[in-house]
């Protein structure tokens, strides 16, 4: 019931908005405020009320919503989902707050928009119904579409529609799949009662893939991501970055390597070939933008390959690591994209040629964005590293993978300070342009919508064990999942042993037994 | 009554028909007659006097004076429709008579034969579909006239049948709730004895929006905008002379007739009063209720003169406001109020309560918002217009 | 010795930095209280330093304990947890103390800088970095204090960001570093992967017991000390990632003295030294030893051609440091890191002094516009002097006992390594002595208008400065008399394991030999600088080669730099990704564009063709359906 | 009076609808031929329904009166504001949708 | 035969003229005239079919709403004047009638020779069944297919606003 307020109150609001919206802009904003501030407030209740000990799905409801066709208001939360439910009531509220003066037409339409997102966002990552999931996927696109093409930049039908364009290709993939997935399983489009192995699982797992590697994106499928964030609106692309890109990898932990674990075994290489690729190309294609924006856009490509790696490393600390670095991209990059939109507000450019010096004139703003900039680049002791450094180490370990890729994986963090800091350097350091002498520092709002974004980023740097232990049993599933069913596919190929390398007591005893299991079951 | 032989109810049948139809004609012609000295008499003038007895012949001079006129066709003429159209009228206003109970029953020769041409258990629907039919007529001979007045007057008559045909029907379904039947008789006879228990009393709103929609639809004063003589001539039968127009003036009359039938017949009790209708045994409390029937139409007719005299004709826009905004509300509600009421309480007394409260208490407020919506000034031209939309659209 | 002494120890910098970093606005009209805020924060550290120093005398055992959980996992925990031993206390009064008095000189320094309180929040925010680096019990830990410098360096390199050249040092410092980073972090993984904990000490015991995963095979160590070592080039400064080092320079004096002469780039030098004991097992000590000594004679000769004072000394910093490597690389750590502490105080010292002729001379860093200084700042001439000495190796100055001892060892691990080590010492006094004879002898080549203004440094410079020179002078004969039995080879003697080489010869007749090396190279600068005019310098290839610094810089940016640059630019996102992936993105769009253009032909506007083609399909399925179905 | 008479009568309706459909140029016919149609299909529910004794297809005439009426609503409307552009209702010469 | 077959042969054969006549007259009010004789044909199909509610509505309905609208529109739009010639016709005339027979074929042979297999056919004793009241429909209107009902209001709703829209729009841009 709590989950399901959480997800529908952002909805009331909407809702509440339409009504009331001839009572002046003030009053739109903050019924907005207010809903969002409230629903985060209320998400915190699931936290608190989360029970680490176990992985499974809390906070179930399920009730029959289409029965004849097996669909079900099917909705939970477990350790992983958790994190990224509250990471979406928390930077909408902020969003709403970032976006108080800047929206010029049709700011009903846009807090609306913002909220009906929220709800979709959120049902997203708690809908444990197939059909209810591919339900919330695609209605999150339509306020995302309005708030991009209504609110965006110049160039903002051509990204709409390349981004609308991009995600519905990679959904109708996952429709199908879906549908595969209800048929193998007795007609039913319940998460929690699907097991496999299905049929064509490869084709399957596919399918799901390539929905997610275009959400996530994945190199090749990332160039709907500029476009879409430099035509954005800031708030829109805050959320795009801080939410919307973790439902991919979201996906892929929730659908294809549970359900296909032996598929994924098998494009493992391909799929971290591409990440590995997607860290340098995202990092060195970031270096050389002109544009704030697209920077920072390249760099989520960037980054959300290290997440995707994690992914597939397969290992507990490898994909703990990865959605640690969701939420850690969520707000480093979220709070980038803030900062870009409050000199953007007051500059009407994001050119880095066309600043220079404005560490001297917004001293607040500078050390702002410097933090942010280094919990981007991954510096110990802020958040980003924390979930870089498990990844890393997770895939280096224990990682299914050859320790190449890592140690390609690796350089990405040095071009991560090159790009952040060049970039940086060039908007922070330096002299003064005369046009730029005038503009104000960050005034007492944005450092508000700021301050929240900081004390999380620094709290996970210096002592991320809250959130890592409430995600832990949860993310032990996945890997049990994983594991059971790769176990039992290594065993049938008989992969030589050197390739599960450094497993240490425990797990190893756990291999074993689940080895004995799978020739005991023949 | 079911189990009359087959010829008897040949026989009974065509009797009755006969009777009704006779009785409708001598109506109309009474009626003819009867509005022109009231008229007189409420205008404080003598009306025709002449032709026979106080003039009571003269509607049959006029009726010969029809026959013998020329026909006239004119050459712009729809020819099929222009001759049709009278004939499109007349009839349903012919028909609608068929299902009304204009008395309980009548035993003859030991058959017990009902007073009603044709019992059927949909009667109060029968009613409502051939009533729909009538702004046929009009509008075909309207457009049939080739004639800018004729069609502006027909448009007119369409638009406001079809709006007050709305009405019609809803003030109706409170009656029906309460009655259980489509059936005309079954909902006479439910009214019971006394005046007190007749639905008029107990839908009073819903009577009054009925009578109201009844007035609109005879295309009378003061909704006879369709015939309006200062704007239109005369409207859809500008055209129309001889006996052609003598059947455009019956159809009036008998819509008028007809009415007033259905209406006691709906709200007045039918042929109730006060028991007076049950003495005299089986031959004669028919003729007896018949009487309480006729008389009570009459009265009823008599209401039609009166209104013609004393309200003055409603402007177009006026026309709709009324129709739209206040009788629809008001029917609306008296059927939620109905339903409700009757549902929880099941008293006719607390219905009747609540469909007065409640009618007056829409009644209040539409006309308040109507008078906050800043009145319209003097009529002007762009007021004179069918309906805005029509108007455009001709342009 | 308890953890909370350790914590004040630690938390003192970061709560002078809070207090400044947070609340300068406020102090900014009370420079000199934020100055004080921030020497006194590094004071308490000293003080607990040396709390901490004491209560490991006399065989105190070492410190181990965890403050908290911060990365933990089923089959993984990192820790905050500090380690206090011998070497940890030594590093730690090297950074608290050198770090306070230039704290103290700073408050001259920087007066009337505006960005006054921010540079001591930096300052003291490294000095928390550098204590976490030697304080921490494992290499997480480690790591965590090794970016946080790394991250101050830039900072304060950066520090007067209005100058391109500044901002541009700083970033090169910090990805440099990176590049190093790189190196630690995987040299890291595979520790982990191999022991599967980065506390020191349990990976020290099961190193020594053999008992660890091979990762790599046999080659597991050998690969992860390597690696090890890439950072710890990139930090202190080694072949070939020691280019930021000279640019660094471009930070406030003070900062160069501290960060990256005393203790920052040290740290490499700190990371073998804490892991002796792997360097050992995995013998990958040669490499670091060749690095360093190549390093260091590499260092030397550019030292020799440049004019720029602040340069001079961080090359020199740089062949020193090659020095450091040299002695850990030949096993000899105690060395080392002996030489790590007296080059703290003196090239701390020699920089300050610096500062203080710039100070004088209005920023002004190029010798050849100086020239008989001494009579206008004699204590900044003597206390330079006495630096200067104990760099060459002038005989029982503090340089003199660490480089020979190191000098010593490398002769027991390789002779060849030993002479270039010796040739690098000659260089070292002669770079060092024409620095000291082109700008306090001579004949004045001050430009008019500062010549009026040259004056000694007010008493809160040059207290730290004579302060300094004393330990500079003395302490090599105070902690090192002995050789390898000295004082301070016992003290550290439990932290590290035994040399593979045992030093041979007459330690004397090494002794001997030094002296006479870094004399000549004294004279030898004294013959041709006590009277000629640099401007003269010689114009031959090498010369130029030398004085351009071998062009590396260039030829750096010639071939990865540029490369990068341009390749992203122009092959990664103009071609590839605007060009291919976009283009077949587009065009899939325009195929169906075209398919579906030539299809809209069917649309002919019109209803009634439409509903033909409906009813005619209709009247296909239903005949299908009921006659041939 | 068997079921497949009225069927069959039904099925002539809808055809003659159709055919109508299909030849006339006029809107406004148009949607009378498709009123037709509807017609037909509720002569076969009620036929079908008094066959089989219930009065379920009554209901479904019901429902197909109540969308008639709705699309006849929105139809002449449409026709009306069409004219109003186009000055005809003729739909070979309505064709702005062509590709 | 009996009264029934007669009637029946008599509303089928108005029905089947009437609406022939829909679309041969060249004049649309003609054509709306012939649609109403259909009409009321039909409600006369429906009485013999014992549906006395569904014949009532459809006059009501059809003839007295649905064809009263059409009228009206024809006579706003006043279509006398413009030309009748090529009322019918095309290019596809031909076809379409073609198609149109081929149709009717097909529906004849439902009628008569698909639907014996069925359920339908099964509970033949048609005229044995009673006649359905009003009440019947009633009952399962607001039973079985309340939701249907529902949502036929709502359809009608919509098209009320959307009628609104309309016109009012074209009002403003009079042209």
């Given at each position: 019931m709590l989950l399901s307020t959480v997800i529908f109150l952002p909805l009331l609001g909407v809702i509440a908005i339409a009504l009331l919206r001839g009572l002046g802009a003030s009053a739109i904003k903050s019924i907005a405020l207010a809903i969002g501030v409230l629903t985060f407030v209320i998400s915190l209740g699931l936290y608190t009320g989360f029970d680490a000990t176990t992985g499974t799905f809390q906070n179930v409801t399920q009730q029959a919503w289409i029965p004849g066709l097996g669909i079900s208001y099917h909705i939970g939360i477990d350790g992983i989902s958790l994190w990224l439910v509250l990471l979406t009531t928390f930077l909408t509220p902020i969003c709403i707050l970032a976006a108080w003066n800047s929206v010029e037409k049709g700011l009903s339409g846009f807090m609306m928009s913002l909220l009906a997102l929220e709800t979709g966002m959120l049902g997203v990552f708690c809908a444990l119904d197939l059909f209810l999931f591919f339900v919330f996927w695609e209605s999150m696109l339509i306020p995302m579409y309005f708030l991009i093409g209504i609110w965006g930049g110049e160039r903002r039908i051509y990204a709409t529609v390349k981004f609308v364009l991009y995600t519905m290709a990679g959904s109708a993939l996952m429709l199908v799949g879906i549908l595969a997935l209800y048929f193998q399983n007795n007609n039913s489009f319940d998460l929690t009662t699907l097991s496999g192995p299905f049929s064509h699982s490869d084709l399957l797992f596919l399918g799901f893939f390539i929905a997610f590697a275009i959400k996530v994106p994945l190199f090749p499928f990332h160039t709907w991501l500029p476009d879409a964030h430099v035509e954005a609106p800031t708030v829109g692309s805050v959320i795009l970055a801080g939410v919307l890109l973790k439902m991919g990898t979201y996906g892929i932990i929730r659908f294809c390597l549970p359900l296909f674990p032996e598929a994924a075994a098998q494009f493992t290489p391909l799929i971290v070939t591409l990440a590995v690729i997607g860290i340098i190309y995202g990092a060195l294609v970031a270096m050389v933008q002109p544009d704030l924006k697209k920077l920072v856009a390249y760099s989520s490509v960037s980054h959300l390959g290290f997440v995707v790696l994690g992914l597939f490393s397969r290992n507990p600390a490898g994909i703990q690591g990865s959605v640690l670095q969701m939420i850690n991209h969520g707000l480093?990059?979220?709070?980038?994209?803030?900062?870009?939109?409050?000199?953007?507000?007051?500059?009407?450019?994001?050119?880095?040629?066309?600043?220079?010096?404005?560490?001297?004139?917004?001293?607040?703003?500078?050390?702002?964005?410097?933090?942010?900039?280094?919990?981007?680049?991954?510096?110990?002791?802020?958040?980003?590293?924390?979930?870089?450094?498990?990844?890393?180490?997770?895939?280096?370990?224990?990682?299914?993978?050859?320790?190449?890729?890592?140690?390609?994986?690796?350089?990405?963090?040095?071009?991560?300070?090159?790009?952040?800091?060049?970039?940086?350097?060039?908007?922070?350091?330096?002299?003064?342009?005369?046009?730029?002498?005038?503009?104000?520092?960050?005034?007492?709002?944005?450092?508000?919508?700021?301050?929240?974004?900081?004390?999380?980023?620094?709290?996970?740097?210096?002592?991320?064990?809250?959130?890592?232990?409430?995600?832990?049993?949860?993310?032990?599933?996945?890997?049990?999942?994983?594991?059971?069913?790769?176990?039992?596919?290594?065993?049938?190929?008989?992969?030589?042993?050197?390739?599960?390398?450094?497993?240490?007591?425990?797990?190893?005893?756990?291999?074993?037994?689940?080895?004995?299991e799978a020739e005991t079951s023949k | 009554m079911e189990n009359l032989p087959f010829s008897v109810l040949i026989l009974s049948s065509i009797v009755k028909i006969l009777f009704i139809a006779h009785l409708l004609i001598i109506g109309v012609m009474a009626m003819i007659w009867a509005e022109r000295r009231v008229s007189g008499w409420m205008q404080d003038r003598l009306g025709p006097n002449r032709v026979g007895f106080q003039g009571i012949l003269q509607p049959i001079a006029d009726g010969i004076k029809f026959l013998f006129k020329e026909d006239l066709i004119p050459d712009h003429v729809d020819k099929p429709l222009y001759v049709l159209a009278p004939a499109m009228v007349l009839i349903p206003a012919l028909v609608t008579i068929a299902v009304v109970p204009f008395g309980s029953s009548i035993t003859v020769l030991g058959h017990e034969i009902s007073l009603q041409v044709a019992d059927i258990n949909i009667g109060i629907l029968y009613i409502l579909a051939i009533t729909s039919l009538g702004v046929y007529g009009v509008v075909l001979g309207a457009w049939a006239s080739n004639n800018k007045y004729s069609l502006l007057g027909g448009l007119r008559s369409s638009a406001q049948m079809i709006s007050y045909e709305l009405t019609l029907g809803l003030a109706i379904i409170g009656v029906l709730m309460l009655t259980s039947s489509l059936h005309l008789r079954a909902i006479a006879e439910a009214q019971g004895a006394y005046p007190w228990h007749w639905n008029f009393l107990i839908h009073f709103p819903a009577f009054l929006a009925f009578t109201t929609a009844m007035f609109a639809e005879t295309n009378r004063l003061p909704f006879d905008l369709a015939e309006a003589e200062q704007e239109l001539v005369a409207g859809y039968h500008t055209e129309y002379s001889s006996m052609k127009f003598a059947m455009f003036f019956m159809a009036e009359y008998m819509h008028m007739i007809v009415g007033s039938a259905v209406t006691v017949t709906l709200f007045l009790g039918g042929w109730h009063f006060f028991g007076l209708e049950n003495i005299g045994g089986p031959v004669w409390s028919g003729v007896i209720s018949f009487g309480i029937f006729f008389v009570k139409t009459a009265i009823f007719l008599f209401v039609f003169i009166w209104v013609r005299w004393t309200l003055p004709r409603f402007r177009y826009d006026q026309l709709m406001n009324f129709g739209w905004k206040f009788l629809l509300p008001v029917t609306l509600t008296s059927i939620v109020v109905t339903g409700t009421l009757w549902i929880i309480t099941g008293s006719r007394l607390v219905v009747g309560i609540g469909n007065a409260v409640a009618g007056f208490i829409v009644v209040s407020i539409v006309a308040g918002l109507l008078v906050m919506d800043a009145p319209k000034p003097a009529m002007q031209d762009s007021d004179n217009r069918l309906t805005p939309t029509a108007l455009d659209a001709i342009e | 010795m308890s953890l909370e002494l350790i914590v004040v120890l630690l938390i003192a910098p970061l709560v002078g930095f809070l207090i400044n970093g947070l609340f300068g606005k406020w102090l900014k009209g009370n420079e000199k209280l934020s100055g004080w805020i921030g020497s006194v924060a590094v004071l308490i550290s000293l003080i607990c330093s040396i709390i901490a120093f004491a209560s490991l005398q006399g065989g105190g055992t070492p410190f181990d304990e965890t403050l908290y959980e911060w990365i933990t996992g089923e089959s993984f925990a990192f820790n905050i947890g500090f380690r206090v031993d011998a070497l940890t206390t030594v590093m730690l009064l090297v950074i608290t103390g050198v770090g306070f008095l230039i704290h103290v000189y700073s408050i001259g320094y920087m007066h009337g800088d505006a960005g006054y309180t921010r540079y001591f929040a930096y300052l003291n925010l490294f000095v928390f970095a550098m204590l976490i680096l030697v304080l921490g019990n494992n290499y997480l830990m480690m790591f965590v204090g090794w970016e946080g410098v790394g991250l101050c360096s830039y900072?304060?390199?950066?520090?007067?960001?209005?100058?391109?050249?500044?901002?541009?040092?700083?970033?090169?410092?910090?990805?440099?570093?990176?590049?190093?980073?790189?190196?630690?972090?995987?040299?890291?993984?595979?520790?982990?992967?191999?022991?599967?904990?980065?506390?020191?000490?349990?990976?020290?015991?099961?190193?020594?017991?053999?008992?660890?995963?091979?990762?790599?095979?046999?080659?597991?160590?050998?690969?992860?000390?390597?690696?090890?070592?890439?950072?710890?080039?990139?930090?202190?400064?080694?072949?070939?990632?020691?280019?930021w080092l000279p640019d660094a320079m471009e930070g406030p004096t003070p900062v160069s003295a501290l960060i990256h002469a005393a203790t920052m780039v040290t740290a490499g030098v700190y990371m073998i030294a804490r892991s002796a004991v792997l360097y050992n097992i995995a013998h990958t000590g040669e490499v670091v030893a060749w690095i360093g000594v190549l390093t260091a004679f590499f260092a030397a000769t550019i030292a020799l051609a440049q004019n720029d004072i602040k340069r001079i000394l961080a090359y020199s910093t740089v062949s020193q440091l090659g020095y450091m490597f040299l002695g850990v690389g030949v096993g000899a750590y105690a060395s080392g890191v002996f030489h790590l502490v007296t080059h703290a105080f003196f090239k701390g010292l020699m920089f300050l002094t610096a500062g203080s002729v710039m100070h004088a001379m209005a920023n002004e860093l190029d010798m050849r516009k100086m020239g008989g200084l001494k009579a206008k700042m004699p204590i900044t001439h003597w206390t330079f002097l006495v630096g200067a000495l104990a760099i060459a190796g002038f005989p029982f100055?503090?340089?003199?006992?660490?480089?020979?001892?190191?000098?010593?060892?490398?002769?027991?691990?390789?002779?060849?390594?030993?002479?270039?080590?010796?040739?690098?010492?000659?260089?070292?006094?002669?770079?060092?002595?024409?620095?000291?004879?082109?700008?306090?002898?001579?004949?004045?080549?001050?430009?008019?208008?500062?010549?009026?203004?040259?004056?000694?440094?007010?008493?809160?410079?040059?207290?730290?400065?004579?302060?300094?020179?004393?330990?500079?002078?003395?302490?090599?004969?105070?902690?090192?008399?002995?050789?390898?039995?000295?004082?301070?080879?016992?003290?550290?003697?439990?932290?590290?394991?035994?040399?593979?080489?045992?030093?041979?010869?007459?330690?004397?007749?090494?002794?001997?030999?030094?002296?006479?090396?870094?004399?000549?190279?004294?004279?030898?600068?004294?013959?041709?600088?006590?009277?000629?005019?640099?401007?003269?310098?010689?114009?031959?290839?090498?010369?130029?080669?030398?004085?351009?610094?071998?062009?590396?810089?260039?030829?750096?940016?010639?071939?990865?730099?540029?490369?990068?640059?341009?390749?992203?630019?122009?092959?990664?996102?103009?071609?590839?990704?605007?060009?291919?992936?976009?283009?077949?993105?587009?065009?899939?769009?325009?195929?169906?564009?075209?398919?579906?253009?030539?299809?809209?032909?069917?649309?002919?506007?019109?209803?009634?063709?439409?509903?033909?083609?409906?009813?005619?399909?209709?009247?296909?399925?239903?005949?299908?359906?009921?006659?041939?179905? | 009076m068997e079921l497949q008479y009225y069927l069959i009568l039904s099925a002539l309706l809808f055809t003659t609808g159709v055919i109508g459909v299909l030849v006339r140029r006029n809107a406004i016919i148009i949607f009378m031929c498709i009123e037709l149609m509807l017609n037909a299909a509720n002569l076969a529910f009620v036929a079908i329904s008094r066959s089989l004794g219930e009065a379920t297809g009554q209901v479904f005439v019901f429902f197909v009166m109540a969308v008639a009426a709705a699309e006849v609503a929105i139809g002449l409307a449409i026709i009306v504001s069409v004219f109003k552009h186009r000055e005809t209702i003729n739909v070979d010469e309505v064709n702005s949708l062509k590709g | 035969m009996n009264a029934e077959q007669i009637l029946f042969i008599l509303f089928g054969a108005v029905s089947l003229i009437g609406a022939v006549a829909v679309i041969s007259f060249r004049h649309p009010i003609y054509s709306a005239l012939s649609l109403v004789v259909t009409f009321f044909a039909q409600a006369g199909l429906f009485l013999l079919l014992g549906a006395h509610f569904v014949a009532a509505v459809q006059v009501i309905v059809y003839a007295g709403a649905i064809m009263v609208l059409f009228l009206f529109v024809i006579m706003l739009l006043n279509l006398g004047t413009l030309s009748v010639k090529g009322a019918i016709g095309g290019k596809l005339k031909g076809f379409a009638i073609i198609l149109g027979i081929l149709l009717a074929i097909e529906g004849i042979y439902i009628a008569t020779n698909v639907l014996n297999n069925t359920a339908i056919a099964s509970a033949q004793p048609a005229t044995a069944a009673p006649n359905t009241t009003t009440y019947d429909i009633g009952e399962l209107l607001f039973s079985k297919y309340l939701l249907p009902f529902e949502v036929t209001s709502l359809i009608l709703l919509a098209a009320l606003i959307g009628v609104i829209v309309l016109v009012k729009r074209s009002s403003n841009d009079s042209i």
């Open positions: 480093s990059t979220g709070a980038l994209f803030l900062l870009v939109g409050m000199i953007y507000e007051r500059r009407h450019s994001r050119m880095i040629v066309d600043f220079g010096g404005l560490s001297k004139r917004m001293p607040i703003f500078a050390v702002i964005f410097m933090i942010v900039t280094l919990s981007s680049i991954g510096l110990p002791g802020l958040n980003g590293f924390v979930g870089e450094y498990m990844i890393l180490l997770g895939s280096f370990v224990e990682g299914a993978f050859s320790k190449i890729h890592v140690i390609f994986a690796t350089v990405g963090v040095i071009l991560a300070a090159v790009y952040m800091l060049w970039m940086f350097q060039r908007v922070m350091f330096g002299t003064l342009d005369k046009t730029n002498a005038e503009l104000p520092d960050l005034n007492a709002r944005e450092i508000v919508v700021m301050l929240p974004i900081l004390l999380f980023i620094v709290w996970i740097g210096v002592y991320p064990k809250p959130f890592l232990s409430k995600m832990e049993k949860s993310v032990e599933i996945v890997v049990t999942q994983v594991k059971t069913q790769s176990a039992i596919g290594h065993l049938e190929k008989r992969v030589p042993p050197n390739t599960q390398f450094a497993l240490h007591g425990k797990q190893h005893e756990q291999h074993e037994k689940i080895e004995k | - | 900072l304060l390199i950066g520090f007067w960001y209005d100058k391109k050249s500044a901002t541009d040092a700083g970033k090169k410092a910090f990805i440099v570093n990176r590049i190093g980073d790189f190196g630690f972090l995987l040299g890291m993984f595979t520790l982990f992967a191999a022991f599967g904990t980065l506390d020191f000490v349990a990976i020290f015991d099961a190193a020594e017991a053999d008992n660890f995963q091979k990762v790599f095979g046999t080659s597991t160590l050998v690969i992860a000390t390597l690696l090890l070592f890439v950072g710890a080039i990139g930090k202190s400064a080694q072949i070939p990632l020691y280019v100055l503090s340089g003199f006992w660490s480089k020979d001892e190191i000098l010593h060892s490398a002769w027991g691990s390789s002779p060849l390594i030993y002479i270039i080590g010796l040739i690098t010492a000659f260089l070292t006094a002669f770079y060092m002595f024409r620095l000291i004879f082109v700008t306090f002898y001579g004949e004045s080549r001050v430009e008019p208008d500062v010549a009026s203004h040259l004056h000694e440094s007010p008493p809160v410079m040059w207290v730290p400065l004579a302060i300094l020179a004393i330990p500079s002078a003395l302490i090599g004969l105070l902690l090192g008399w002995g050789g390898h039995d000295s004082w301070f080879h016992h003290f550290t003697k439990s932290v590290f394991p035994e040399a593979h080489h045992e030093a041979s010869g007459n330690v004397v007749l090494f002794m001997v030999i030094s002296s006479i090396v870094g004399l000549a190279g004294i004279a030898f600068a004294w013959m041709r600088y006590s009277k000629r005019v640099p401007s003269t310098e010689p114009t031959n290839a090498l010369y130029k080669l030398i004085a351009n610094k071998y062009y590396i810089d260039e030829i750096y940016n010639a071939l990865i730099v540029q490369p990068i640059k341009n390749g992203s630019h122009y092959l990664l996102w103009r071609i590839v990704d605007n060009g291919v992936i976009d283009g077949i993105v587009n065009g899939v769009a325009s195929v169906i564009q075209i398919i579906g253009g030539t299809l809209r032909r069917l649309q002919t506007g019109i209803v009634q063709a439409y509903i033909v083609s409906m009813v005619l399909g209709i009247v296909l399925f239903l005949a299908y359906y009921l006659f041939f179905g | - | -």
